[in-house]
C-alpha cells in the first residue's frame, strides 16, 4: 500500500529570490533592502550551486529566505542553462522560487558608469554603451522568462530601496525590533538612540524617604509618578508620537528603533516611563524589547543632586 507524502506548507518550503539585471541596474542595492528585511542575501553566486546550497539548508528547520544574486560576472553565466536549472528547482514541492529582474536604459546605465568612473564588466577596453549593448542581448532570455522587472531608470537609490521594501516588506522574516530603555544622565552619556525623552521634569521619587531604595518597577514609586501634573499629558503626547512614527519608520526600512527615556539617577522616573510605554506599544502590536540600564545601581544622594 502506498500513499503520497502530504505537501509543505507555504511556511514550510523554502522562498528562494533569484536577483539578477543588467550591470549598474541596482542588483546589490536590492540585495542589502533584502537583507536588512531578514532574508540571507548572497551575491555572485553560481547557480549551478543552488541545488546544493538549497539541499544543506533543508536540514535547518529555521531556513531564513535566500536572495541570491548574480549576473553576467558571475561565473558559470550562460542564461539557458540557469533558466534550466531553476525550472527543475522550481517543480519541487519544498521550494517557491521566483525571478526577479532589474533593467534599466542604456542611456542611464552609461551615465551611472561614467559617473563612478567604473569598468563595465562586458566592455573589454570598448566603450560603455557597447558593453551594455552586449550585456542586454546576452540577459534577454532571463528578463523575458523572469516572474517580475523592475525598471530602474527614473530611480535614485532611496527609491529602489523603497520599490524593493513595497514588494517584499509584507513577507519579510524579520520585522522592526523596538527597543525601549531607561537610563540616568548623571550615571554617563546617554545611549545611542533614535529617540530620547528626558523625564527629569516630574517630581523625583527618590527624595521620599520610603520610595527611595525601590524602583519604577514598584507600585508605590508608580503611583508617586502619576500623581504629578505633568505625566497623564506628557505621557499621552509620547505615546501618539512614537505610534505614529515607528509604523514610518518600518516602511523606510529601519531595522531597529530605539528609545530611551533618561532621568537623574535612572531608578525611578525613567524606569517607570519606559515599562509603561512597553505595554503601551505591546498593546498596539508592537513588539519591544525593554532594557534599564541603571536599575541595579545603588540610590545616591550625590547622584540625584540637589532637591527641588
Aim: aromatic letters at 8%.
Amino acid at each position: 500500500m502506498s500513499y503520497d507524502s502530504p505537501t509543505p506548507s507555504d511556511q514550510e518550503r523554502q522562498r528562494i529570490l533569484l536577483v539578477t539585471g543588467l550591470s549598474g541596474a541596482g542588483k546589490t542595492t536590492a540585495l542589502r533592502v533584502l537583507e536588512d528585511l531578514g532574508w540571507e542575501a548572497i551575491d555572485n553566486f553560481p547557480i549551478r550551486l543552488l541545488g546544493g546550497l538549497v539541499d544543506h539548508n533543508a536540514h535547518n528547520a529555521q531556513h531564513a529566505p535566500l536572495a541570491i544574486g548574480f549576473d553576467s560576472r558571475t561565473r558559470g553565466f550562460v542564461p539557458d542553462d540557469i533558466i534550466a536549472t531553476v525550472k527543475e528547482l522550481t517543480a519541487r514541492d519544498d521550494l517557491v522560487v521566483t525571478t526577479l529582474f532589474l533593467d534599466c536604459a542604456g542611456g542611464e546605465l552609461e551615465r551611472r558608469y561614467n559617473e563612478t568612473r567604473r569598468r563595465h564588466p562586458m566592455a573589454q577596453g570598448r566603450p560603455v554603451h557597447v558593453g551594455i549593448q552586449a550585456e542586454r542581448e546576452l540577459l534577454e532570455p532571463l528578463r523575458r522568462w523572469a516572474d517580475a522587472v523592475v525598471d530602474t531608470t527614473e530611480f535614485a537609490s532611496n527609491q529602489l530601496q523603497q520599490s524593493i521594501r513595497e514588494r517584499f516588506s509584507g513577507s519579510a522574516p524579520q520585522q522592526m525590533s523596538v527597543i525601549v530603555s531607561s537610563f540616568g544622565f548623571a550615571r554617563g552619556t546617554p545611549p545611542l538612540a533614535d529617540l530620547v525623552f528626558d523625564m527629569r521634569f516630574l517630581d523625583n521619587p527618590h527624595w521620599i524617604e520610603e520610595l527611595r531604595e525601590q524602583t519604577g518597577l514598584d507600585e508605590p514609586v508608580g503611583a508617586h509618578i502619576r500623581k504629578d501634573p505633568a505625566f497623564d499629558q506628557a505621557f499621552s503626547q509620547i505615546r501618539e508620537l512614537l505610534i505614529t512614527l515607528l509604523p514610518r519608520y518600518a516602511a523606510q526600512g529601519k531595522s531597529y528603533v530605539n528609545i530611551a527615556f533618561g532621568c537623574t539617577g535612572g531608578r525611578h522616573r525613567s524606569v517607570y516611563t519606559a515599562a509603561q510605554m512597553a505595554n503601551q506599544l505591546t498593546e498596539a502590536g508592537f513588539e519591544p524589547t525593554v532594557i534599564h540600564r541603571n536599575l541595579a545601581s545603588r540610590a545616591a544622594d550625590a547622584i540625584e543632586g540637589r532637591k527641588t
